[in-house]
């Protein structure tokens, strides 16, 4: 049976629940919603395994920290026996609008710490990403307060729609390959 390791980057803890950079949470939460599974503390972090049309899925919400990502990230890819190509990273975006979604197969960290630590650990940047736009709305040295800020109303009333939506981007990277999820999903 093919394996997929799909991991949603943000911060364990209360303090961080609702805030933009734990988005990548928010969207695993979702997709634990859809197949009916719940979460495990495990080693590293929170895990829920599933099934998607024959493939066994392992979600994962590393407990490391948002800039330590990387350590959980390629212990479960080892344990699991994942390949990279068969790994989604599921992260919030400044340089997209408000829940922009953009899924692809390399590329740059483009300043997200938790990106550049997966990258760094993995010793690539090639492995696929699903980024989820959060907008860059800060003023000049407010970037950290914004990213770890509450959405405002109006991202709130959105925010289930567009995660249904980042969560079914996920879906069909596991069942229709990359290329046909970038295809369907991004810029949505």
Do not use: C
Request: charged share 25%; no cysteine.
């Amino acid at each position: 049976m093919k394996k997929f390791l799909v991991v949603g980057l943000g911060n364990p803890g209360s303090k961080y629940t609702e805030t933009r950079h734990n988005i990548g949470f928010k969207i695993l939460d979702e997709l634990a919603a859809m197949k009916d599974v719940t979460f495990e503390t495990l080693k590293l972090g929170d895990v829920a395994t599933t099934t998607h049309k024959g493939k066994k899925v392992v979600l994962l919400k590393p407990n490391t920290f948002m800039n330590l990502s990387g350590k959980a990230v390629k212990y479960y890819m080892k344990q699991e026996k994942i390949e990279k190509e068969n790994i989604l990273i599921i992260t919030d975006d400044l340089n997209l609008e408000f829940g922009t979604i953009r899924m692809k197969g390399k590329g740059s960290d483009g300043g997200h710490n938790g990106l550049k630590d997966v990258q760094i650990t993995l010793n690539t940047p090639n492995y696929p990403r699903l980024r989820f736009g959060i907008s860059a709305q800060f003023g000049k040295g407010r970037q950290v307060d914004y990213v770890l800020g509450e959405w405002n109303k109006e991202e709130q009333a959105a925010l289930p729609e567009r995660i249904d939506k980042a969560s079914n981007a996920a879906l069909a990277f596991i069942h229709a390959g990359l290329s046909n999820a970038m295809n369907e999903f991004n810029g949505k």
